[in-house]
């Protein structure tokens, strides 16, 4: 056979493999972002909800069509992602990345400092609230709280004060909020709190986890929040009344476990291999700066925490070289991520979900209380015809502002 036309037929066989492995992993990704779509909005911030009341049966979940075509379509994502990622085509796209995302790189720390500072600002402007939209309180002396805390970011010295005024910020909110609902924002509280901790240290050893403490509280803050869509679908239904396009035309009840796959998925995927974590950051990117047209300023401040760690996690600054984080053949290596994949995710499913029901109901009991009481963080308006007061919304809140 001629070399010219070996070449031709080798350098084919080349574009034929990186095609079959490029458009499952961007098919599987536009999916993801599809069904989870603006969504992500935290609907405890736009429609009525009620802490104790009973949650859907974790059977209701495990016999939906929907679920199991979500979690179908994420392993295709992570194991074609896995696949890419140990050949040198995954390589160059994490090459190519880390080049783009440089700058932010090299100032990741300054990055994540001064994001961290504007949201305590904006809290402080908002006012009225314990860190998150729907935390409502008539204090004062919190929202100037909340204005130091971002003062004591400017300077390492100071920094483990405004780490300490978060985790006590939040025990402050034990006094008008049960402690389950409180769980919402345990995990970004502690992973925001570690990170301006070992930021302040001087031990590199300490120091060079703070990333990674905060990458963590992230991940599991999703994954948590995500179980809202399984336990509660009801809750979601005012939302796609009010806004009928975020289900881009899919049925509703289709639409939301299928969202829940993608928000807790996106989420595991944030501690997974870098090209998994870091397709999984842009994916959630994309998914909550979309929400932020439907659903105004009060996403985009409620979301900004998540929002600047995923942009750190989208950069990646903590990732090695490949070539030092492996003692294996590299095709063992991603033969054993792949096997694991399936494995891992359904650990994280189990760990979580016996979590939220098994919390629930330790809290409230078996047969939760259900009878009609909500809140909501929106009063009622021709906007949001689901709030407080509306034909549509039921009796006072679960608890007093």
């Known amino acids: 056979m001629p070399s010219e036309v070996r070449a031709t037929i080798q350098l084919t066989s080349v574009r034929f493999k990186r095609t079959v492995l490029q458009r499952p992993l961007l098919l599987a990704a536009a999916a993801l972002v599809a069904a989870s779509g603006p969504a992500a909005a935290h609907v405890k911030w736009f429609a009525p909800y009620i802490v104790d009341a009973s949650p859907q049966p974790i059977a209701a979940t495990l016999t939906n069509t929907w679920f199991w075509a979500g979690i179908a379509l994420v392993l295709a994502f992570f194991l074609v992602a896995i696949a890419i990622e140990r050949r040198s085509l995954g390589q160059n796209v994490l090459a190519a990345m ?71 910020l939040w025990l402050i909110a034990l006094r008008d909020y049960d402690f389950f609902h409180l769980l919402d924002y345990l995990a970004l509280g502690v992973g925001v709190a570690g990170y301006l901790l070992l930021a302040f240290l001087d031990d590199q050893r300490w120091r060079e986890k703070r990333f990674a403490v905060l990458f963590w509280g992230v991940a599991i803050a999703l994954m948590w929040s995500s179980l809202e869509k399984f336990a509660y679908p009801e809750w979601f239904y005012p939302l796609v009344e009010e806004k009928p396009f975020l289900t881009f035309g899919l049925p509703r009840d289709v639409f939301i476990p299928m969202a829940g796959v993608a928000e807790f998925t996106l989420g595991f995927g944030l501690i997974w291999s870098p090209l998994v974590r870091r397709l999984s950051a842009i994916s959630l990117l994309v998914i909550f700066t979309t929400a932020v047209y439907p659903f105004g300023r009060i996403d985009l401040i409620g979301h900004a925490m998540i929002m ?57 009991g078996i047969e939760a209380n259900a009878t009609l009481r909500n809140t909501s963080t929106h009063s009622d308006s021709a906007e949001h015809p689901h709030g407080p007061g509306s034909a549509k919304a039921v009796q006072p809140a679960t608890h007093s502002h």
């Open 308 to 364: 600047a760690a995923l942009v750190l996690i989208a950069v990646d600054p903590v990732r090695k070289d490949a070539a030092q984080a492996t003692t294996a053949p590299l095709p063992a290596l991603r033969t054993r991520r792949m096997v694991t994949v399936p494995a891992a995710l359904s650990l994280a499913l189990v760990a979580v979900a016996s979590g939220y029901w098994g919390l629930h109901a330790a809290f409230y």
């Open 98 to 168: 880390d080049r783009v995302t440089a700058p932010v790189a090299l100032r990741a720390d300054d990055f994540m400092r001064a994001a961290t500072a504007a949201f305590f600002v904006a809290i402080f402007a908002v006012g009225g609230v314990y860190l998150t939209p729907d935390l409502q309180t008539p204090s004062e002396l919190v929202s100037w709280a909340q204005l130091a805390i971002a003062a004591g970011i400017f300077s390492r010295r100071t920094m483990p004060f405004s780490a300490a005024g978060i985790i006590a």
